[in-house]
């Protein structure tokens, strides 16, 4: 069954590892990412954000298909489905649709609209045993087709918003959603050491997982970060792997056409990944 990210993450904070947010984009990548943490007996954060809720036709449908996937795949480990970067309306939605998670990007608001809006979400989240992720500072780059430009947060902001009762808090530190630039400047690790330093025991979220570096990877979760998000990583894999077979004819070899061996390489590539990420990230027999 779907559980809240609470437990799981305050247990990766406590035990210094972070627990892995892989965006799913259909069936078969949900059957990929559970299948791969039933396997190394990883927790897993599935996040769904408002464009891929809309492309698998509505949120009532992503919760339907992941309900129903871990009850067939006999998946034992803690699951959590997650609203990525949620709209106001968009966490309504998801606590409607019987996700078990959301996050509020009410970074478009002025601060004290985000902070009422906040104050109520975690009001609801509570009543309903979900958990609640908030943002502070911008994550730049390109998410759901949307281009933003990063800002490093303000600690003192992160700990107001920590203070209003959310489960995990996405400090931008530098981080950048997509692929990162040649010239990109790194993570403010000074940044993250301030938040941690004022926001004590809450986990904290590293957005743009895809491309940061293995160790800037390890010092951010020994500075405190217990949720790392991955997509576009998994989204290349995919299509390089379809390219591969496509490219080989395999597509006209038999009925290597049928969208179940397509779609196959693919898949295993995301399966890959998301072993190499819950390796790197630590989180392989915590469930
Ligand atoms: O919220 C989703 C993640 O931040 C995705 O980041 O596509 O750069 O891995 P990424
Ligand atoms: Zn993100």
Known sequence: ??????????????GHYAVGHF???????????????????????LGVSEGAGKYMTGFKTVAAMVKAMIEE????????LHLDHGTYEGCYKCIEAGFSSIMFDGSSYPIDENVAKTREL?????????????EVGAIGGEEDGVIGVGECADPEECKMIADLGVDMLAAGIG???????DNWAGLSFETLAAVQELTGEM????????????????????????????????QLVFAEATRKYIEEGKDRQGKGYDPRK??????????????????????????
């Open 122 to 134: 975690v009001k609801i989240c509570a009543e309903k045993g979900m958990s609640l992720e908030a």
């Open 1 to 14: 069954m779907l559980v809240s990210a609470k437990d799981m993450l305050q247990k990766a904070k406590a």
């Open 73 to 80: 795949l006999h998946i034992t480990i803690p699951v959590a």
């Open 203 to 234: 986990p904290l979220v590293l957005h743009g997982g895809t491309g940061i570096p293995d160790d800037m990877i390890k010092k951010a979760i020994d500075l405190g970060v217990s949720k790392i998000n991955v997509n576009t990583e998994c």
């Open 23 to 45: 965006n799913i984009n259909n069936l078969e990548w949900t059957k990929a990412v559970l299948l791969t943490a039933e396997e190394l007996r990883s927790p897993v954060i």
């Open 175 to 181: 981080n950048i959603h997509g692929k990162y630039p």
């Open 262 to 287: 397509l779609l196959a390489p693919g898949i295993e590539a995301i399966q890959e990944i998301v072993k190499e990420k819950m390796e790197l990230f630590g989180s392989v027999g915590k469930a």
